[in-house]
């Protein structure tokens, strides 16, 4: 194998999700710590501090500590290099987290496990599916009292359709949590509390039937032994193809806060999940070990100083390596560009990427001419396939507070949306504008940010959408009947793609079974 496949082979880009609070950030801090990327654990939130002077949005940016810093962290566990790619969790949730999922090759799952199954993640779970993503699976917080192991378990069979395969098993919770034993190792490893801030050196103890067993958990030994016969029978074995399709997931028990099993999920990680995959291009599939550079932009952050209008274009390396000051081609605009400045992420702090290869996430300095979706080549002139929109799930209307100001507006919406930051509808009726989003801090960032970029000052208002959908139909006939009779509810978003606008999901239902012919699409290709 030359060095460059076995560079690419060593990575794993992975994402969390989770709902919040159930411990993504606990947990990014603790992986970051046995990354040897923090000295002690606790310094992923407190990213807040800055030296610039900033927007408003920097401002919002700030106190949500967000930053491009932690977006993506790379570092090394064991023979492997990580990108963990950081997906916003609380009321940033935004299309960027679904888009950030089709950027990855795995993702952890962290449940609280007091709590079980929680809706945001049942959503990320969805976008997952778009790609059969594999999954593992971290039950969070066995250092409170939690709910019954097997009945979590079975909860997230039942609710995400998804088989489970412990890989570990929890012995007691709460105050009583003893540690976990590790099916595949055979080994029983003990818990100790209050070293959250470190790696623990913790005590293995080799095989189920050891004595040594009963002299350091008393009674929970015999109770583990009986136990696990019970799981060995009722649950699935592990099994790395079934992972490997999304079908299965590999689950394990830990507490993030007291740094405990998080290294038993990262052995996991880095030995089954998948190196960098292949992705389409229109007209073939690309290795992540060919040669030749190849990547999409999947999302975009404004950020830094708005003087400059500066943001960053996070670009996944799908094949190929990139080395400073190469050239490379801009597909939509059958342009080449050189990148003498891209950044990466080692973690902590952004540097200068020298060199990233496929797998990595490089942030280049988009001066506007880089859109959401965007794919550069080493030459190749096709671009690639799924890096979708979804539709969303909350509507505003946009009224400006200067109407003189219409075009600005009309002209900052549509980049915004070009950008990924919003999404901006234009009924067929009438001269609205409709932003359409998934979380509803994106409203007061577009608002922010049109008055920043764009001298309009602007408000929001509630409208009357609750749903919307992307339409085509392959009879234009058929469509045009569509159009006619539909007018009320259509729209066109900011590429002119005609959209079906619901104010209640049951004028959606109506609508799909009064026309058959036509497709009402959630998710539209960029
Ligand atoms: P996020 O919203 O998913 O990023 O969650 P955080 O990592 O911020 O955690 C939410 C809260 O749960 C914080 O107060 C954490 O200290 C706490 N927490 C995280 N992991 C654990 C854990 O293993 N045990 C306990 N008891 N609390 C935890």
Redesign the pocket.
Same mark, same amino acid.
């Given at each position: 194998m030359s060095d460059f496949t076995e560079e690419v082979r060593k990575r794993r880009t992975f994402a969390i999700i989770?709902h919040?609070? +159930?411990?993504?950030?606990?947990?990014t801090e603790k992986v970051l710590l046995f990354g040897n990327a923090l000295q002690s654990a606790g310094t992923v939130?407190g990213k807040k501090s800055g030296q610039h002077a900033k927007s408003d949005w920097m401002e919002m940016e700030k106190q949500r500590g967000i930053s491009v810093t932690t977006s993506v962290m790379q570092f090394p566990y064991q023979d492997s290099l990580v990108n963990l790619l950081d997906t916003p969790?609380?009321a940033d949730f935004s299309e960027d987290t679904y888009r950030t999922l089709t950027a990855v090759d795995s993702c952890l799952m962290?449940i609280d496990a007091a709590k079980g199954v929680e809706e945001r993640t049942i959503k990320l779970m969805e976008v997952t599916r778009l790609r059969d993503t594999p999954i593992l699976t971290f039950m969070?917080?066995?250092?409170?009292d939690v709910r019954d192991p097997v009945e979590l378990m079975d909860e997230v069979e039942d609710v995400l359709n998804i088989a489970c395969a412990p890989i570990t098993w929890p012995i007691g919770m709460g105050k009583q949590f003893q540690g976990v034993y590790h099916l595949l190792r055979d080994e029983v490893i003990l818990y100790q509390s209050g070293q959250g801030h470190r790696i623990q050196d913790s005590r293995v103890i080799k095989g189920l039937d050891n004595p040594e067993l009963d002299e350091a958990i008393g009674t929970y030994a015999e109770e583990l032994r009986g136990e696990i016969e019970l799981v060995k029978g009722a649950s699935h074995e592990f099994d790395l193809d079934a992972f490997l399709r999304g079908e299965l997931t590999p689950v394990y028990f830990g507490? +993030?806060?007291?740094n405990f099993g998080v290294d038993h999920m990262l052995d996991g990680l880095v030995e089954w999940a998948p190196s960098p995959q292949t992705r389409e291009l229109t007209q073939r599939p690309v290795e992540a070990t060919e040669e030749k550079f190849s990547g999409f932009v999947f999302k975009i952050q404004a950020n830094m100083d708005p003087k400059h209008r500066d943001r960053i274009a996070f670009l996944r390396i799908v094949s190929g390596r990139y080395q400073q000051g190469m050239k490379i081609h801009h597909v939509r605009i059958g342009k080449d560009v050189r990148i003498s400045d891209a950044l990466t992420f080692m973690a902590g702090d952004r540097e200068r990427a020298e060199e990233a290869v496929a797998g990595d996430i490089i942030g280049l300095h988009n001066h506007g001419t880089i859109q959401l979706g965007d794919t550069f080549t080493e030459g190749e002139k096709d671009r690639f396939t799924g890096i979708p929109n979804f539709a969303p799930e909350l509507f505003r209307r946009i009224q400006l507070r200067d109407p003189m100001k219409a075009k600005q507006l009309q002209k900052g919406l549509i980049q915004l949306s070009e950008e990924g930051a919003v999404q901006v509808f234009r009924p067929v009726r009438n001269n609205d504008l409709i932003v359409g989003a998934v979380g509803t801090l994106q409203f007061d960032v577009v608002v922010a940010r049109l008055k920043n970029e764009y001298g309009v000052d602007a408000v929001y208002e509630p409208i009357n959408v609750a749903t919307a959908r992307w339409i085509t139909c392959e009879d234009p006939k058929k469509l045009e009947e569509f159009e006619r009779r539909n007018q009320d509810n259509l729209a066109l978003d900011g590429s002119d793609n005609l959209t079906y606008i619901a104010p209640t999901m049951v004028n959606l239902q109506l609508a799909q079974e009064r026309y058959p012919d036509v497709a009402f699409h959630k998710t539209k290709e960029r």
């Open positions: 989770s919040p609070d +159930a411990g993504k950030t606990t947990i939130k969790g609380h962290v969070n917080k066995l250092d409170r507490t +993030a806060l007291g």
